[in-house]
């Protein structure tokens, strides 16, 4: 069982940046894919984006492009969330999933099955 503990949320104004961690228990993370997801109030949960295992693949949504970075460290079992230029809109509580894929990974919320507890993330002036 892979635990997952995110950090880094928090209160950004318009155009600034975070960066979220995501810290996995054991280092069988590292043999999963992780995906970033945000929910905002009212909204379904929505893929961010996501980072493949072996060869950490990344693919972002439309809304990210140009903005976010998603990326990974192995020898720390950590896979980071890198949010710049940030916008009101991306207010919204953040969690990071981990599951197996073959040399991919997934922005389906459904197709993970380990879960961080999530961060909120506020962007106001």
């Known amino acids: 069982q892979v635990q997952l503990v995110e950090s880094g949320g928090g209160l950004a104004q318009p155009g600034g940046s975070l960066r979220l961690s995501c810290v996995a228990s054991?280092?069988?993370?590292?043999?999963?894919?992780v995906g970033w997801f945000r929910q905002a109030p009212g909204k379904e949960r929505e893929g961010v984006g996501c980072?493949?295992?072996?060869?950490?693949?990344?693919s972002l949504e439309d809304s990210g492009k140009g903005r976010f970075t998603i990326s990974r460290e192995f020898a720390k079992s950590t896979a980071y969330l890198q949010m710049n230029d940030m916008k009101p809109e991306d207010t919204a509580v953040y969690y990071c999933a981990a599951a197996k894929f073959l040399n991919t990974c997934s922005l389906v919320p459904y197709q993970y099955n380990y879960w961080g507890q999530g961060a909120q993330v506020t962007v106001s002036a």
């Open positions: 980072i493949s295992s072996r060869e950490a693949t990344t």
């Open positions: 054991d280092f069988s993370f590292n043999s999963l894919a």
